[in-house]
Nanobody
Framework: QVQLVESGGGSVQAGGSLRLRCAAS????????MGWFRQAPGKEREGVAT???????TYIADSVKGRLTVSQDNANNMYLQMNSLKPEDTAMYYC?????????????????????WGQGTQVTVSS
């Protein structure tokens, strides 16, 4: 089991940047697929990025490719660097994980595969 805590959200103007952090604790010595999801009011939850803690392979959804990147450090933190932010990026951002490796997400990141979730951090982008 792992526990996840997000931080780094806030309010920025369009074109700005934010860096979200997901701090993981618990059985982090096991291989996990970790991901970032977002959900705007009235919209479905969208997976935007994953990283495999074992192989460090990453996946970025087409909708955010070129603007968002995912990374991790050696202290069990996962990051989501968000550049050139747009008002449509406004959402609650969640960190999630499940034990095992990340697959190649053929049709997009499947939220149902993720067992562990954080509480979320709000990102608001104003025009």
């Amino acid at each position: 089991q792992v526990q996840l805590v997000e931080s780094g959200g806030g309010s920025v103007q369009a074109g700005g940047s934010l860096r979200l952090r997901c701090a993981a604790s618990g059985k982090t010595y096991l291989r996990h697929c970790m991901g970032w999801f977002r959900q705007a009011p009235g919209k479905e939850r969208e997976g935007v990025a994953t990283i495999d803690t074992g192989g460090l392979s990453t996946y970025i959804a087409d909708s955010v490719k070129g603007r968002l990147t995912v990374s991790q450090d050696n202290a069990n933190n996962m990051y989501l660097q968000m550049n050139s932010l747009k008002p449509e990026d406004t959402a609650m951002y969640y960190c999630a994980a499940y034990q095992g490796s990340c697959p190649f997400w053929v049709v997009g990141i499947t939220a149902g595969a993720f067992r562990y979730w954080g509480q979320g951090t709000q990102v608001t982008v104003s025009s």
